[in-house]
């Protein structure tokens, strides 16, 4: 089962948590065991897991990945704006997939993790394409 989720994201960069999104594409495939794919078809955006425990984790890395890669005006490729160089590094940085267990109709997440979309060129529309393979 292919399942494509739709995100409007807001201006600049940002952390959407789309862990319920995710469990729901679970839920619906009906898989009872198997791998969870999550793309995102982006350059400027990424996925991660990370803790979801303490409110300010987002913000957190946001600012680590915007003092690693800060926005500016001599990278040599800067097709939109300057944020669109940047955007580029942070998600190679963070990247594109995650492969995720399933196991008795359920992802295997920790208890304390959310599953982690990053924007880093909004606003924008974008999608994730999550793949429910049995097996």
Same mark, same amino acid.
């Given at each position: 089962?292919?399942?494509?989720? *739709?995100?409007?994201?807001?201006? +600049?960069? #940002?952390? =959407?948590?789309? *862990?319920?999104?995710?469990?729901?594409? $679970?839920?619906? &495939? +009906? $898989?009872? #065991?198997?791998?969870? #794919?999550? /793309?995102?078809?982006?350059?400027?955006? +990424?996925?991660?897991?990370?803790?979801?425990?303490?409110?300010?984790?987002?913000?957190?890395?946001?600012?680590?990945?915007?003092?690693?890669?800060?926005?500016?005006?001599?990278? #040599?490729?800067?097709?939109? *704006?300057?944020?669109?160089?940047? +955007?580029?590094?942070?998600?190679?940085? =963070?990247?594109? &997939?995650?492969?995720?267990?399933?196991?008795?109709?359920?992802?295997? =997440?920790?208890? &304390?993790?959310?599953?982690?979309?990053?924007?880093?060129?909004?606003?924008? &529309?974008? *999608?994730?394409? $999550?793949?429910? /393979?049995?097996?």
């Amino acid at each position: 089962m292919l399942k494509i989720l *739709t995100l409007e994201t807001p201006a +600049g960069d #940002a952390l =959407v948590d789309i *862990t319920q999104q995710i469990k729901d594409a $679970v839920a619906e &495939s +009906g $898989v009872d #065991a198997g791998l969870c #794919a999550i /793309i995102v078809p982006h350059t400027t955006a +990424g996925i991660t897991i990370n803790s979801n425990l303490d409110p300010a984790t987002p913000a957190d890395l946001l600012a680590e990945l915007k003092r690693l890669t800060p926005t500016r005006v001599d990278f #040599a490729h800067q097709y939109d *704006t300057p944020a669109d160089a940047a +955007g580029h590094i942070k998600a190679m940085l =963070v990247g594109n &997939s995650l492969a995720l267990p399933i196991a008795g109709g359920e992802l295997l =997440v920790g208890w &304390s993790q959310a599953i982690l979309f990053f924007e880093f060129d909004g606003p924008r &529309s974008r *999608t994730v394409q $999550v793949k429910i /393979i049995a097996g």
